[in-house]
């Protein structure tokens, strides 16, 4: 009974919020369903051809010494395998011991289309507004910074959430990135997801870079993961999961609403 109204106290609040938030918000599926580990879904924008970019809201919120995080995955369209890693934590038993939030697809035209790029034909890895360049080719970086719906969605959710920590996730590059600012934390990050660390620079600066923008105008970190071409579907639903809670001290439980 006292989880029952946990579950409609937590909905009735994510309902009030998405009124002032202009976001789409709906409330987790029922405990028993197939998402137990979702206290909120939410459609943070639309991509260039409408389809929904969705962001799952897991684990424990407003715990004390609770860290707050995001994880992204399918940023470029042909790089989908990462995703998995988050559909699983999204898909599983409840989380605790973090305040998660997860992106599995948010490029879902390039996904769609198997293609690197947003439909408009830009990397939006390219498309942010910090050391933004006019690229061409397969870093096609937009008209200007920002001028993607997927960008502005995407900037418009990480300044409303404002976590601590970023995991980015890509292929095929086979490492985690220590030029970052805040070296340590990629360094333990890599030794959790059992991957090499790496300095990835673009052969110079990263320009219009997600990580980038969110490190140059927030605390928080944010770090890009790159797996291999082909990683292991066992890898990818089974291990890393439980590999990338224990970067953050959480795990699998169940939730008490008595406390």
Same mark, same amino acid.
């Given at each position: 009974m006292r989880r029952r109204l946990g579950t409609v106290l937590t909905a009735l609040t994510l309902l009030a919020g998405s009124a002032v938030s202009g976001q789409t918000v709906a409330p987790a599926q029922a405990a028993t369903g197939a998402h137990r580990a979702v206290v909120e879904k939410r459609v943070i924008g639309k991509s260039v051809q409408g389809r929904p970019i969705v962001a799952w809201h897991l684990g424990e919120q407003g715990r004390p010494h609770t860290a707050k995080v995001v994880l992204i995955a399918t940023m470029h369209g042909n790089e989908s395998a990462p995703a998995q890693i988050l559909r699983a934590l999204r898909d599983g038993d409840p989380i605790l011991g973090v305040d998660l939030w997860v992106v599995p697809t948010y490029n879902p035209d390039?996904?769609?289309?198997?293609?690197?790029?947003?439909? #408009?034909?830009?990397?939006?890895?390219?498309?942010?507004?910090?050391?933004?360049?006019?690229?061409?080719?397969?870093?096609?970086?937009?008209?200007?910074?920002?001028?993607?719906?997927?960008?502005?969605?995407?900037?418009?959710?990480?300044g409303?959430?404002?976590?601590?920590?970023?995991?980015?996730?890509?292929?095929?590059? #086979?490492? &985690?990135?220590?030029?970052?600012?805040?070296?340590?934390?990629?360094?333990? &990050?890599?030794?959790?997801?059992?991957?090499?660390?790496?300095?990835?620079?673009?052969?110079? &600066?990263? #320009?219009?870079?997600?990580?980038?923008?969110?490190? #140059?105008?927030?605390?928080?970190?944010?770090?890009? &993961?790159?797996?291999?071409?082909?990683?292991?579907?066992?890898?990818?639903?089974?291990?890393?999961?439980?590999?990338?809670?224990?970067?953050?001290?959480?795990?699998?439980?169940?939730?008490?609403?008595e406390q």
């Open positions: 390039g996904l769609a289309a198997g293609t690197r790029r947003n439909a #408009h034909g830009v990397d939006l890895n390219r498309n942010y507004p910090f050391h933004w360049a006019a690229l061409d080719g397969n870093y096609e970086s937009g008209s200007k910074p920002a001028s993607e719906p997927e960008t502005r969605a995407m900037m418009k959710f990480l409303k959430v404002r976590p601590q920590w970023i995991l980015s996730f890509h292929q095929p590059l #086979h490492g &985690v990135d220590t030029d970052t600012k805040r070296p340590k934390f990629a360094t333990r &990050v890599a030794r959790a997801l059992d991957l090499p660390a790496k300095s990835f620079t673009c052969g110079g &600066v990263c #320009h219009g870079t997600m990580t980038g923008w969110f490190n #140059h105008n927030f605390r928080g970190n944010a770090l890009t &993961v790159e797996y291999g071409a082909h990683p292991p579907r066992t890898r990818m639903r089974q291990v890393a999961p439980r590999q990338v809670l224990s970067i953050f001290g959480a795990w699998r439980g169940e939730y008490d609403f």
